[in-house]
Nanobody, 114 residues
Framework: QVQFVESGGGLVQPGGSLSLSCAAS????????MAWYRQAPGNQRELVAI???????NYADSVKGRFTISRDKAKNTAYLQMDSLKPEDTAVYYC????????WGQGTQVTVSS
């Protein structure tokens, strides 16, 4: 079973940037689409960005133009570059291969606050 380890979160001021990483172990994820999700307190987990095996991307309207998803197949890793961060981006961020794996990693906390 593939395991995902998310990292790179932290505390940042509004307008700042963070770069998240998602390292997969225990299997090859290169053939699958990869996605970043987030869950804020009291809210359901929501899809933030997705990248197909071929490199096509799509984003939630709330992050379009500010976030960039990418992947490195050789490293079995996905990334999320987050720019122009807003307080409403505060959440725990997770990665997964949509519809493939049931288990989730611990996530990485992103807090946007002055």
């Amino acid at each position: 079973q593939v395991q995902f380890v998310e990292s790179g979160g932290g505390l940042v001021q509004p307008g700042g940037s963070l770069s998240l990483s998602c390292a997969a172990s225990g299997g090859d994820i290169s053939i699958y689409a990869m996605a970043w999700y987030r869950q804020a307190p009291g809210n359901q987990r929501e899809l933030v960005a997705i990248i197909t095996s071929g490199g096509s991307t799509n984003y939630a309207d709330s992050v379009k133009g500010r976030f960039t998803i990418s992947r490195d197949k050789a490293k079995n890793t996905a990334y999320l570059q987050m720019d122009s961060l807003k307080p409403e981006d505060t959440a725990v961020y997770y990665c997964n291969a949509p519809g493939v794996y049931d288990d989730w990693g611990q996530g990485t906390q992103v807090t946007v606050s002055s």
